[in-house]
């Protein structure tokens, strides 16, 4: 079993950061790119970032700028810098992680901002 278990959500003003965390834990061999992804109200699931095994990333245009995803593979962990925060990044964020060619999902955290 895979688990994925993301931590630092929570409610910023707008231009506020944010550090979200995602540790993976279990059979976790081959994992290869760890990500995130948003939902926010009444949209569908997308693309926030993303990381390779090899360190490539990629954004969604909408962040680059203002998120820095990183990774420590010591700890199994992905970071996602949120800063520069608007309204419009309101979303509950789910850590993604593939490993050996199947998507694991963690439950996501909620990221609010507003005044």
């Known amino acids: 079993q895979v688990q994925l278990v993301e931590s630092g959500g929570g409610l910023v003003q707008p231009g506020g950061s944010l550090r979200l965390s995602c540790a993976a834990s279990?059979?976790?061999?081959?994992?290869?790119?760890m990500g995130w992804y948003r939902q926010g109200p009444g949209k569908q699931r997308q693309l926030v970032a993303i990381?390779?095994?090899?360190?490539?990333?990629n954004y969604a245009d909408s962040v680059k700028g203002r998120f820095t995803i990183s990774r420590d593979n010591a700890k199994n962990t992905v970071y996602l810098q949120m800063n520069s925060l608007k309204p419009e990044d309101t979303a509950v964020y789910y850590c993604?992680?593939?490993?050996?060619?199947?998507?694991?999902w963690g439950k996501g955290t909620l990221v609010t901002v507003s005044s």
């Open positions: 279990g059979t976790i061999s081959g994992m290869n790119a």
């Open positions: 993604n992680a593939l490993i050996r060619l199947m998507n694991y």
């Open positions: 990381m390779s095994g090899g360190g490539t990333t």
